[in-house]
């Protein structure tokens, strides 16, 4: 099965920051992949898709890059709803393996 | 756009199973497949399985394989998830999404999620 491998796993920010996002994958999957937003007590948000297709909706400060095995989510000019756990999530073959996700707190 | 609604948060006993529903709408269920995360407290995403809503194809996780069961009914545009012999380790949200089928990969749509406890 595939392994998604994000760093950092916490970190700290400003606002109007800009924050890089890495994940990694154990093999080569393509573009793959997706990147998600959650806050506490609530579902996942979709960002991204296909590494590096914004969804519909989501600001244009999120932007993704790379392909297998490296991906990148950058948040441009961090705001104070952007505080949040970020995934990764690969679609390459089943089973649909999440990264470990990447905690963005007040600095 | 869609909208996924899922069932109420549950309390099982060790050795219970526990059924997990998801109602589609404001979309053709069948075009989409339907993806099931759980989330254990404090932790992170856990990929559990996936289901096609248009043949009942369906992929789970090695490490509940055996123990989950993904069905579909088209009558009522809902999706449900039961999992068995549950232990203390299957305590998390619930979450159901729709997608994780090509071309429709990502999950764009989620359920709010249902909590279930497992204690005794």
């Known amino acids: 099965a595939v392994q998604l491998t994000q760093s950092p796993s916490s970190m700290s920010a400003s606002l109007g920051d800009r924050v890089t996002i890495t994940c990694r994958a154990s093999?080569?999957?393509?573009?793959?992949l997706a990147w998600y937003q959650q806050k506490a007590g609530t579902p996942p948000k979709l960002l991204i898709y296909?590494?590096?297709t914004l969804e519909s909706g989501v600001p244009a400060r999120f932007s993704g890059s790379g392909s297998g095995p490296d991906f990148t989510l950058t948040i441009n000019s961090l705001q104070p709803e952007d505080f949040a756990t970020y995934y990764c999530?690969?679609?390459?073959?089943?089973?649909?393996?999440f990264g470990g996700g990447t905690k963005v707190e007040i600095k | 756009q869609g909208r996924l609604v899922q069932s109420e948060s549950e309390v099982k006993k060790p050795g219970a199973s526990v059924r997990v529903s998801c109602k589609a709408s404001?979309?053709?269920?069948?075009?989409?497949?339907i993806t099931w995360v759980r989330q254990a407290p404090g932790q992170g995403l856990e990929w559990m399985g996936w289901?096609?809503?248009?043949?009942?194809?369906?992929k789970s996780a090695q490490n509940i394989m055996g123990r989950v069961t993904l069905t579909t009914d088209t009558n009522t545009n809902t999706a449900y998830m039961e999992l068995r012999s549950l232990t203390s380790d299957d305590t998390a949200v619930y979450y159901c999404?729709?997608?994780?089928?090509?071309?429709?990969?990502?999950?764009?749509?989620w359920g709010q999620g249902a909590m279930v406890l497992v204690s005794s």
């Open positions: 999404a729709r997608g994780g089928s090509y071309p429709d990969d990502a999950l764009d749509v």
């Open positions: 404001d979309y053709d269920f069948t075009d989409y497949g």
């Open positions: 289901i096609s809503t248009f043949n009942g194809k369906q």
């Open positions: 093999q080569g999957i393509g573009s793959a």
């Open positions: 296909d590494a590096f």
């Open positions: 999530q690969h679609f390459y073959t089943y089973p649909h393996t």
